[in-house]
Nanobody
Framework: QVEVVESGGGLVQAGDSLRLSCTASGSANLRDRTVGWYRQAPGKQREFVAAISSGTNTRYDDSVKGRVTISRDDTRTVVYLQIERLALEDTAIYYC?????????WGQGTQVTVSS
């Protein structure tokens, strides 16, 4: 089993920056795995935010390009999602996911609330 854990969410003000973290424990870690982030705002469907390949390739949703950066730490076992210039519409639960043995594993999510 793989447990994916997100952290770093919280209550922030519009215009602030925030860095979310994603790690995994159990049978595998995030090293050399594709990892991504989705978010789900109240009353809306879950939507893709960003992903990073097992190498260094990154992909972003058009709605966050230029404000969001996905990266790994030096050990490659932590994946970060840096969000700049937070806006009210960024309020959502942010979920991290990865793949292991043909299955997709999701974390429980971390809440990001942006206030004006």
């Amino acid at each position: 089993q793989v447990e994916v854990v997100e952290s770093g969410g919280g209550l922030v003000q519009a215009g602030d920056s925030l860095r979310l973290s994603c790690t995994a424990s159990g049978s595998a870690n995030l090293r050399d795995r594709t990892v991504g982030w989705y978010r789900q705002a109240p009353g809306k469907q879950r939507e893709f935010v960003a992903a990073i390949s097992s190498g260094t390739n990154t992909r972003y949703d058009d709605s966050v390009k230029g404000r969001v950066t996905i990266s790994r730490d030096d050990t490659r076992t932590v994946v970060y999602l840096q969000i700049e210039r937070l806006a009210l519409e960024d309020t959502a639960i942010y979920y991290c996911y990865t793949f292991f043995s043909g299955a997709t594993y999701w974390g429980q999510g971390t809440q990001v609330t942006v206030s004006s």
